[in-house]
């Protein structure tokens, strides 16, 4: 059973379980399509931005030491940690493409309430391939994270080396 310096921080295990309900919760708040213009998903919007305002303080906690050593060595660990960069790197893509689409469509963005200015000038239609790759890559990091829950479960219920209390508080 790990102990202490075999877990995540407990910041980092809040923020991991939260941004993993923020991507669910706007995986099912998405719209497309002609009416998104006329009515904004608002919700979506906000519950997307904040995945991405909390990659940020994440990223530093994992650097000040919030994340433990890997307790195994090898090509599946090396996996495990390409995994989690791609993970990463779609919590971060993913928002600002939405943020940048929204811009284009002409749609307002604002983070529950508070106005953000547009990224970029809309355009008349549709807004074209950075369109394209935020809808895409909204589903694509549902299955890759969908894929990472059954790789930690296998870990714990068929390899029974304790890895989801590494991201759990108790
Ligand atoms: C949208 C959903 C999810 C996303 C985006 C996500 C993302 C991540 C990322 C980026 C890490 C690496 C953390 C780091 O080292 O800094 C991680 C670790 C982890 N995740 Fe998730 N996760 C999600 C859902 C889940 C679910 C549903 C489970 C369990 C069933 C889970 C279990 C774990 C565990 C156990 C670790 C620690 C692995 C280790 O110790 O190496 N995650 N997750
Ligand atoms: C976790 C973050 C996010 C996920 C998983 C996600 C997922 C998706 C998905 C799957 C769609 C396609 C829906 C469909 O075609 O039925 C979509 C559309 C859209 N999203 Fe996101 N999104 C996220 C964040 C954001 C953010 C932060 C913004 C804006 C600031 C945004 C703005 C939009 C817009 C405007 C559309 C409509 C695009 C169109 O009609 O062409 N999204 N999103």
Known sequence: MPDRAHRYSASMIVIHWLTALLVLGGWFTA????????NPP??????????????LPRLILRMAGGAPEADAQGW?????????V????????????GWYTASRMGVSVS????????????????????GELHENGGTIILILSGLHALMAIWHQFILRDGT????SLR
Do not use: C, D, N
Not at 31 to 38: D, I, L, Q, S, W
Not at 111 to 126: N, Y
Not at 164 to 167: F, S, V, Y
């Open 86 to 97: 791609v993970l990463y790197l779609f919590l971060i893509a993913l928002p600002i493409t």
């Open 111 to 130: 983070f529950f309430g508070l106005q953000l200015p547009a990224l970029t000038e809309p355009v008349q239609g549709r807004p074209g391939l950075i």
């Open 164 to 167: 989801l209390r590494r991201m």
């Open 31 to 38: 719209e497309g399509g002609g009416k998104v213009a006329e």
């Open 76 to 84: 599946l660990t090396t996996a495990a940690k390409a995994g989690h």
């Open 42 to 55: 608002l919700l979506h919007v906000s519950l997307g931005l904040a995945v991405l305002v909390l990659v």
